[in-house]
């Protein structure tokens, strides 16, 4: 039986190290995978991931609350807005251009590069572009509830506003992405209709 | 029940937040309303879409390995921080309660400043310089006592609780006020006297 994130701090607790090391692993995909898809390449990611549980561990005696999973990813969130303000550009992003667009829509979009080299399907990379597309405030709720599978109380926990305004922002996600992949589960859908 | 409101419940649906009874309210309805029953299942496809199709991420051998590499023996664990951990507690709490008096005190308005201004600072105090340090979900239970803390503060600024939250309610600087904060202001406040 799969131990509980609870019964593995208290094993970390009583004297077991490996447990600490099992909560990583439990948890490396998930949060690995909010954190890449809300930076910029598999480096800072990385360096993000190991952050995290540096923090963990720096604070895993004060820790006696019942949500381990919520705590993780709202040290990842944090860590990546205070990397994300100092990267903050000194021209404004909502400055418009001769031609009317802003000055944020000609920055290329976070994330992996299209012919990142990992390996990824062309679905995989139609997906990742247009969840890159999002404003980020969207596209981290959208992340949280899909990568992280956190509920929307605690996205709402983790950005720090009402559960409406992450609701809100899920449903102009969502509103987002459908005509973008409305033509991909269109076509995954008739392919597992389609008999081989 | 509108539908507005029924699309807010069929993504709480989705992620098992709804008590049963607004649960079967919802299935009520999308049994007579067919517009928000293609949200629903559309919203329920783009998830399921990207959920299997995200590209897979992993962190790197090495990264995995520094980390397990720090993990302390828990007997250890206590020595990373400098005092052992109630002390420091106890000084976080002392930190914020100072961080939290002070700001009153330099906060307190005048005529000319607003409610909302103030309260939003207040809260911005709390909410994240105060916490910064604080860095833990424990901090959900000390949030709310420091949220407890402000709304001592705000009550006796004239400040009166709100039994609903108005979702529309944002400080000046259009941020939504946060969850917990459910405060208006008391109208015709009384002049303060100049000691």
């Known amino acids: 039986m799969t131990e509980t994130d609870r019964e593995l701090l208290a094993r970390y ?26 930076t910029g390449g598999q480096d800072e ?12 561990i720096r604070k895993i005696s004060l820790y006696r609350a019942k949500n381990f999973r919520g705590w993780i990813m709202r ?4 860590i990546i807005i205070d990397r994300a303000r100092r990267r903050r550009p000194t021209v404004s992003l909502d400055a418009e251009r001769e031609d009317g667009q802003s ?12 012919s990142d080299g990992l390996g990824r399907t062309d679905l995989e990379r139609h997906i990742a572009r247009a969840v890159d597309t999002l404003p980020p405030e969207q596209k981290e709720v959208f992340l949280l509830r899909v990568r992280a599978e956190l509920p929307f109380r605690e996205i709402a926990a983790t950005q720090r ?7 809100a922002r899920m449903q102009y996600a969502l509103a987002k992405l459908r005509p973008l992949l409305k033509q991909d589960y269109e076509e995954l859908e008739n392919h597992v209709r389609t008999p081989v | 029940m509108n539908c507005d409101e029924m699309k807010r419940r069929i993504l709480l649906d989705s992620t098992g937040e709804l008590s049963p009874r607004e649960s079967e309210e919802l299935q009520a309805h999308l049994a007579t309303c067919s517009d928000c029953r293609q949200t629903a299942e559309e919203s329920a496809r783009l998830v399921s879409l990207a959920g299997e199709n995200l590209p897979a991420a992993d962190p790197s051998p090495a990264t995995l390995a520094k980390i397990r590499a720090r993990i302390p023996e828990p007997a250890a664990a206590g020595n990373v921080l400098s005092f052992p951990g109630w002390p420091v507690r106890t000084l976080a709490y002392a930190a914020v309660l100072a ?8 906060l307190r308005p005048s005529p000319r400043v607003s409610g909302a201004v103030n309260m939003a600072a207040i809260m911005a105090m709390v909410s994240e310089d105060a916490l910064e340090e604080i860095d833990t979900l424990e901090a959900a239970d000390e949030e709310a006592r420091l949220r407890s803390l402000a709304d001592q503060l705000l009550m006796m600024e004239g400040f009166a609780e709100e039994d609903t939250f108005d979702e529309d309610w ?12 459910r405060w208006r202001k008391m109208p015709a406040l009384p002049e303060r006297t100049r000691v």
């Open chain 1, 13 to 38: 607790k009583q004297g077991d190290p490996a447990a600490l090391g099992l909560l990583v692993d439990k948890y490396r995909r998930q949060l690995f995978g909010y954190i890449l898809s809300m």
């Open chain 1, 45 to 56: 990611a990385d360096e993000i991931f190991q952050e995290v549980w540096y923090r963990v």
């Open chain 1, 75 to 78: 040290i990842a969130h944090n």
């Open chain 1, 103 to 114: 000055m944020g829509e000609m920055l290329p979009a976070d994330g992996p590069a299209p």
């Open chain 1, 161 to 167: 506003v009402s559960i409406n305004t992450a609701l």
């Open chain 2, 99 to 106: 961080i939290v008096a002070g700001s009153w005190f330099m």
């Open chain 2, 170 to 181: 944002s400080t000046p600087s259009g941020e939504p006020v946060p969850t917990g904060l």
